[in-house]
Each structure stands twice: as C-alpha cells, then as structure tokens.
C-alpha cells in the first residue's frame, strides 16, 4: 500500500511540485511505483510536453526496474521522488538495504532470468548514482524529458 505525499495545487508551466510516494515493499508496489511515476509524468506533460514520447516511457521502464530491485534486494519500506529539473526528470528510489547495487552476470538461457536491470537502469540514463544512509540508500537517476 503506498502513502503519497506532493505539492498542493495545481502544477505550473515554470515548476511542478516534488513527488514523493512511499511504499510498503509488496510485489504490488512495483505496479504502484510505475503507476505513481506516470501519473508524475501525465502531470508534467501537461505543462512542459517530452522532447520525444520514448522518453516518457524510458522513465516508467527506469522506475520499475527501481522498484523491483528494491523489492528483491532491499525488503521493506521503499520511497520514489520524482522532480522536474532544467533538462529531464530527477527520480530517487530510496530503500533500506546500505548495500550498493551492483551488476550480475546475465544468463538468458538459465532460465533464472534477472541480471539486466541495472545495466538497463545505467543505459536509459544521464547520470546515476547511489548515495548511502546510516538506514539505507538513494538511487538517484537524472533522466531526459
């Protein structure tokens, strides 16, 4: 179940308020993190549009590969802000694992699958970067829009 928390008001053309939303860990928050990040971006788009509709949908991808992740490797409580910057999108997963993400080996024909989305994550994105907490981390990812 997630608890929401953003800015009142209705969004301006010169800024959008920060979005923050926070989860519970469940399977279902992956659905509900990427249901919150588009409901973020349906805002924004209604203001400043995306340079080119793959954007929106690179964000939605990097948002659930987030959430997943924190799922998987981090059980608990997880918490998604997203903010428009001068260029793109500012999204931050934070979860409480202090151990950094790190790549794995992907093995397509063990049928395990995994192992992809970090390397997806550093793909999509302009800048990546894991800041520690004393009761966790924040991944924090600067994406174009």
Not at 93 to 116: C, V
Request: net charge negative.
């Amino acid at each position: 179940m997630a608890t929401e928390s953003r800015g009142g008001g209705e969004p301006s053309s010169k800024k959008i308020e920060d979005w923050e939303v926070r989860f519970d860990g469940g399977f279902g928050d992956v659905t509900g993190a990427r249901l919150s990040a588009e409901e973020f971006l349906n805002t924004l788009a209604r203001s400043a549009p995306p340079a080119t509709p793959e954007y929106r949908d690179d964000i939605l991808l990097v948002v659930s590969e987030l959430a997943a992740n924190a799922i998987q490797y981090a059980p608990g409580p997880f918490r998604l802000t997203m903010r428009r910057t001068f260029e793109g999108v500012h999204v931050t997963l934070g979860d409480t694992s202090t151990t950094p993400p790190a790549p794995r080996p992907f093995k397509p024909g063990d049928g395990g699958g995994g192992g992809i989305g970090w390397y997806l994550i550093h793909t999509l994105c302009d800048q990546v970067s894991v800041v520690p907490r004393e009761d966790g981390k924040d991944v924090h990812v600067f994406l174009p829009w």
